[in-house]
């Protein structure tokens, strides 16, 4: 199965970090931009890679990714360590789904930015930021100190455009265990 494939990290408290479960959202959230029908696709692959007992449904999937603590509807307990494998999965395999995509965007943001011009001179590339702007603040609580640091656009582009590097990192050989360990990064004992 492919949660026994990613080990459990050695944590001082033995929850996941507060850090990996904003990560693990706003990777879905950047997914959700990439493309229309984001939450059900995950839904879809959950069945395929066959952890649907795990991410049972769309309200299952609701309550994981409101453990983010900037989420609106935030709840206060902690991803168990199987949410956390799963939901890493569906970002690896569905980043891997949509690596065209997400290369083309990059590589537009990239000529865009060499150009000196805005990304709303690559279609593309001005559909997603303006998706993930839209998604972020309509779920994101502008109370929180964390997301009220993107208080711009111009600092959600940069978030966006951040989380798709990421994305594309994990698309790659070994992009899954790559992923799993990134999201660890400083919190392993």
């Not at 930021?129 to 779920?139: D, I, P």
Request: net charge positive; aromatic share 6%; hydrophobic share 45%.
């Amino acid at each position: 199965m492919i949660l026994d494939s990613l080990p459990d990290p050695v944590l001082a408290k033995k929850v996941v970090p507060k850090q990996v479960q904003r990560q693990i959202d706003l990777m879905l959230l950047a997914l959700e931009s990439v493309e229309l029908g984001g939450a059900e696709k995950m839904l879809q692959l959950a069945k395929q890679l066959e952890i649907d007992e795990v991410v049972a449904n769309r309200v299952i999937l609701w309550r994981m990714r409101c453990t983010n603590p900037w989420r609106r509807s935030h709840v206060r307990r902690h991803l168990q360590m199987s949410e956390a494998k799963a939901l890493t999965a569906i970002v690896h395999f569905r980043a891997r789904q949509l690596t065209v995509p997400i290369r083309n965007l990059l590589m537009a943001e990239q000529q865009v930015q060499e150009k000196g011009l805005s990304p709303e001179y690559s279609p593309a590339l001005s559909q997603y930021l303006e998706r993930f702007r839209a998604h972020f603040r309509s779920r994101m609580n502008p109370r929180r100190a964390g997301v009220a640091a993107y208080d711009s656009p111009e600092k959600l582009n940069l978030l966006a455009l951040e989380l798709l590097q990421q994305l594309l990192f994990c698309t790659g050989t070994l992009g899954l265990k790559r992923l799993w360990f990134s999201l660890f990064d400083g919190e392993v004992v």
